[in-house]
């Protein structure tokens, strides 16, 4: 299946928490999984990534958890910030298939309040 | 370093009615992306290019039409246009396969 589930749809955090964005892939051909955060008016740029021999990765605040036997994988944002506030889309390529298409889940939404 | 640039920014189009999203990328791609977005739908891809005279129809490709003549631009093309093409367009590239892709800024589509 070409998909990736991607959960909560929103969310809304006080400054200093720490959100947490879901997906999950049924795909096995499924080898790199990168994270885009887009902010109003503006296309997505690439925040994190991660390939599925690998269960974590950190980059500054941004953390990714793989867990491969279950497909799944998550997004944590450390100490957020208000200008953290944007919208979150995972996403996954099937690297055998040399296209580099992005399979994007559905985004979401974060307000970090102040 | 312009990167993906995409035009035009904003556009009303009346139903029936053709036109042309541009999109010219300066890093010497050889793919490259065009994906819609609607609210709460995530992007879906219409049309990707691996190369220069190569092609192929992405999720949607329904309605519309691209070319890739140059490795630098990649338009795209809607015929008759309808209601339901009414989306925010990007334009995206990438050196390879699994690379870091780059986006436009995205182009926003009314068609009344």
């Known amino acids: 299946q070409q998909q990736v589930k991607q959960s909560p749809q929103s969310l809304i955090v006080q400054k200093g928490g720490i959100p947490i964005i879901n997906c999950a892939y049924e795909n096995t051909a499924f080898d790199y999984f990168p994270w885009y955060q887009q902010f109003p008016g503006k296309g997505p740029a690439l925040l994190i990534a991660i390939r599925p021999d690998v269960s974590e990765k950190k980059e500054g605040r941004f953390t990714i958890s793989f867990n491969k036997s279950a497909k799944q994988f998550s997004l944590h944002i450390m100490d957020s910030q208000p200008g953290d506030s944007a919208t979150y889309f995972c996403?996954?390529?099937?690297?055998?298939?040399?296209?580099?298409?992005?399979?994007f889940g559905q985004g979401t939404t974060l307000q970090v309040k102040p | 370093n312009a990167g993906v640039t995409q035009t035009p920014k904003f556009r009303i189009l009346k139903i029936g009615q053709s036109m042309t999203l541009q999109c010219t990328q300066d890093m010497n791609h050889n793919y490259m992306y065009w994906y819609r977005q609607d609210p709460g739908m995530g992007l879906k891809l219409i049309y990707y290019?691996?190369?220069?005279?190569?092609?192929d129809k992405g999720e949607v490709p329904n309605g519309y039409n691209v070319s890739r003549s140059t490795t630098e631009d990649f338009p795209l093309r809607l015929e008759l246009a309808a209601p339901s093409q009414t989306s925010v367009y990007f334009c995206a590239s990438s050196s390879s396969n699994g690379n870091t892709i780059y986006f436009g800024e995205g182009s926003w589509l009314t068609v009344v």
């Open positions: 996403a996954a390529i099937d690297g055998s298939s040399n296209t580099g298409k992005l399979i």
């Open positions: 290019s691996v190369g220069a005279g190569i092609t």
